[in-house]
């Protein structure tokens, strides 16, 4: 009797990163398009993945999903160590890269039925409720080379669905949506996210990002400079106080002085005083104990904090200099 | 770099709201699956202006044509002859049908092996972690299940015209002669009607012939035989020519022709006609895979369309006529040429070329293991190169 040796265990889905890639590395010829790149997605969030454009972002998308072949690194999707089970991994998740684009002489339902034949038995069953979910039932039987760009994403992001992933990859899911849409989209990516799904996007609309995403990660040339939770980054990030008074003047020339002041800029109504990254927020009654005891009337104090934009554009518009 | 800890994650494990209770699927095989066959031929079948198109060459201008020669018979039967019969099967098979069959399973599988790639859902493909070669492999039936009914259809017509608009009697060499007859059987015929054979059939005596006195003692109101010689100087005397002699040179002139005259039918058979099917159906798959590895391996449709255009009705002819000595191997590698040493028997060549105005033979000649060795070459060959383009692909 003879015996054969089990084959090698497959890891499932399991472990904290829906995403993980260390020193992923991808080059056209000369350019270094994905540049040793380090990424930790969290399960079961909205991740954001930022950057200017021709900043790797689609890239990296595309090497993650075997669209193309890494030049270095390791990387794994849902725990599943690709490329290696990179079919276990992709059974499990969802994916729109660039513009989504179909059969056009076919309709939404057939491209579905297309793409459902290339997954499991069960993602048949999923074509009319993925359908509905975005809002596409009504006209799912029209070709698809009558769909506007919105009704087109709406339609890849139903694809993304038939495999009921865990884990879907939207680049740049917004394009071409109307207000009423990207609200839609805003809400579909919450409620998947709110089914303990994953949802990585890129995009370049960054307040959308903002409302949308728990996480985000922040890319340039491609390479990753910033990654973490919206509301830490934005934590680390420099801050400004609104100072409405009776005399700009003479209260930028009391806290011109002071060393946690960064900037002073005194204005008609008042002044703003830029704050460092940290600064405690006790400054802000030591602003105002300041000014009292200067003899100039204090009528109101607001801190003002960056937004996701201004962070990133702070944070890039910094690699512009240092460049 | 600065990287941020990332404080969102939850626990690590799975998400309990997550269900991920599925079987695997056996998706990274490289067989596809039925369903991947049924949408794929959905999608080819859908493209109404490529079908309309493969319809009217390969059914279309049979159909044409024949109907024309079925009307123009019909209104003027002594002027035209009819629209079917074994020789327009003959020609209509090896001119007609084997070329087009194949321009249009080369554009078909041109088709197939580029536009996911051309119209971008290609990428939506490989995302599904469905193996790439299976994708490639689920165009192959989807496709034939097209091509060859599509063949079939337009093989049929001519087969049906062929046979119901047959000539009712077998004319040949301009003299209604019963079809079918024997070799002794023909010249007994013969004998019995000398006049007509001695003055229409072919054939070519010497000068000092004992046949020659017999013939020319036959009165010919301009008959067509193209050597015959009759009278001239020295002619004997066509009184001592008996009847005898007459009908016994009318067997020898007969017994010259029946090769010839074996070769003509009223219709085509039920075997040649399901063996030409065959011919031509295999023909026109191999014009599919050749046309889908080129197409897959070139990313692109309109161009490898172009090539196999060149090849059938350029390259093929051109290297097909006579044999290059220093191209011979070359000639024979070619897939048209290997075909067609498999046509079958009663067909003229479709690439060879006549000689004395007798049918077309091969100009170019293999064996019968060395022509099948260069179809399944072709087969293989671009079938992998298309499949290899494929899986190494940037998506």
Known sequence: ????????????????????????????????AVDGVELLVPRGCAFGYLGPNGAGKTTLIRVLLGLTGADAGTMSLLGYEVPRHRDRALARMGAIVD???????????????????????????????????????????????????????????????????QLLILDEPMNGLDPGGMLEMREMIGSLVAEGRTVVLSSHLLDEVERTCDAVAIVDRGKVIRQGPIADLLAGAAFELQVDCATPERAAALLGGTAWAAGVHPGPDGLRVDLAAGTDREVVAEVNRLLVEGGVSVYRLQEVHASLESWFLEVTTRLGVDR | MTTTAVTVAPDGGPDPRVTDDRAPDHRGSWVPNGAMIATRFMELRRRRGLMAALILVNIGIPVVFLTVRL?????????????????????????????????????????????????????????????????YLARIPAGLAIIVPLVAVGFAFVCAVCVLAAPTQLEFQGVPVPVGLSQPAFETWAAGHPDEVICNFGFDIGPNSALLPVVNSVPCGGGNGPSIQKGG????????????????????????????????????????????????????????????????????????????????????????????????????????????????????????????????????????????CVIVGWIVVWTALGAWRMVTRDA
């Open chain 1, 1 to 32: 009797m003879t015996t054969t040796a089990p084959p090698a265990p497959v890891p499932d889905a399991d472990g904290q990163w829906a995403v993980e890639t260390h020193g992923l590395t991808k080059r056209f010829k000369d350019n270094v």
């Open chain 1, 99 to 165: 513009e989504p684009r179909f059969h056009g002489h076919l309709t939404g339902r057939q491209n579905l039925q297309m793409l459902a034949a290339a997954r499991e038995p069960a993602a048949r069953a999923r074509i009319g409720p993925s359908l509905e979910r975005v809002g596409m039932a009504q006209r799912a039987d029209d070709k698809v080379s009558k769909y506007s760009m919105g009704m087109r994403q709406r339609l890849g992001v139903a694809a993304c669905l038939l495999g009921d992933p």
């Open chain 2, 71 to 135: 009307v123009a018979h019909a209104v003027a039967p002594h002027s035209y002859g009819p629209a079917g019969g074994y020789d327009l099967f003959t020609s209509m098979v090896a001119g007609v049908l084997f070329v087009f069959g194949f321009i249009v399973a080369a554009t078909l599988g041109c088709t197939a092996g580029s536009v996911d790639l051309t119209e971008g859902m290609f990428r939506h493909l490989v995302v599904t972690g469905r193996s790439r070669l299976a994708l």
């Open chain 2, 233 to 372: 100087p020295g002619a004997p005397a066509t009184s001592q020519v008996t009847q005898a002699q007459v009908e016994d040179a009318a067997r020898q002139i007969a017994r010259s022709n029946y090769a010839d005259y074996a070769r003509r039918f009223l219709s085509p058979s039920v075997s040649l006609m399901v063996k030409s099917g065959l011919w031509i159906e295999l023909y026109a798959a191999i014009g599919f895979l050749v046309g889908l590895g080129l197409s897959s391996l070139m990313g692109q449709r309109t161009v490898p369309v172009i090539l196999m255009i060149v090849l059938e009705i350029v390259l093929t002819p051109l290297l097909s006529h006579s044999p290059i000595a220093h191209l011979l191997n070359v000639q024979r590698s070619l897939v048209g040429i290997a075909v067609t040493h498999l046509e079958p028997g009663g067909l003229p060549s479709v690439f060879g070329n006549s000689q004395n105005g007798g049918p077309r033979v091969p100009g170019v000649t293999e064996s019968t293991t060395v022509a099948i």
